[in-house]
């Protein structure tokens, strides 16, 4: 590794504007922080549409839970395989595919009056969808830290110097700020439809069906397009798995000179 005497707090800004300057790792960032900011909104909003629109019971809402960890357990695993027959880039809009699918199926059947399914009847639909969005998930959080490696080495090809610290920081960064702005932006969409801050308190309370069905809007439909403009942006990243292959073999014989 590179030994510097400069502190860490001095070399950080112009570090920053470095990694920021090569464009595979500015379109995986800003892609990552647009995805966490849907699934941030989706994930705290999924709550309150299972108890009062869904009208599942609390009790029963744990077992949603386990179908999205299981999908995610199988996105995990799978994902390496699934790296190892086809580009990154496409795991990762597979995995984004999905994540749509969890949030325009069911709320689109429900919204257009198609498919309107609640207590226990809605248990079984929603854990498939949450199982999808588990895998898709699973995917996307496998491949991302994966292409933020080939972007690493592509940073060395293009500027000479390593910054993975700072490419996977970057990373980490995206996924807390993004998911933590997700909230912020579903608590805020929970003031703008006048979500009743009280409708816990008196027993069998039922949401007025227009606040329902912008509470679906907000939960469902509106992360899909979020995380559309993610798939958008993401397209364009260029680091196939060709190209890494020329950038590693050039590292290679740059070491050895």
Do not use: C
């Not at 972007?151 to 993004?178: I, P, S, T, W």
């Not at 929970?190 to 009743?196: A, E, G, K, N, T």
């Amino acid at each position: 590794p590179e030994r510097v005497s400069q502190p860490m707090w001095r070399r950080l800004p112009s570090e920053v504007i470095e990694i920021f300057a090569n464009r595979s790792f500015r379109l995986l960032f800003i892609s990552a922080v647009i995805t966490y900011v849907a699934q941030g909104l989706n994930a705290t909003l999924n709550q309150h549409s299972f108890v009062f629109v869904w009208l599942i019971k609390s009790e029963n809402i744990q077992f949603i839970s386990y179908a999205f960890v299981v999908g995610l357990l199988l996105g995990v695993g799978s994902a390496p395989k699934s790296q190892a027959r086809r580009e990154k880039k496409t795991v990762v809009l597979i995995g984004l595919s999905m994540l749509i699918a969890n949030w325009l199926v069911m709320q689109g059947a429900w919204l257009s009056g198609v498919y309107t399914p609640t207590g226990d009847a809605a248990l079984l639909p929603m854990q498939i969808n949450s199982f999808v969005a588990g895998i898709g998930l699973g995917f996307v959080s496998v491949a991302y830290p994966s292409m933020m490696a080939d972007a690493a080495d592509e940073h060395e090809h293009l500027f000479g110097r390593r910054r993975e610290g700072l490419y996977f920081a970057g990373l980490g960064f995206a996924n807390k700020a993004a998911v933590a702005l997700g909230v912020f932006i579903a608590g805020r969409a929970l003031d703008v439809i006048r979500f009743p801050s009280d409708i816990a308190k008196p027993p069998g309370a039922t949401l007025p069906p227009e606040v329902q069905t912008s509470l679906v809007w907000v939960g469902g439909p509106i992360p899909a397009v979020v995380a559309v403009v993610s798939m958008v942006i993401f397209a364009s990243y260029a680091i196939t798995r060709a190209r890494h292959a020329v950038i590693a073999a050039e590292l290679r014989t740059k070491a050895t000179v």
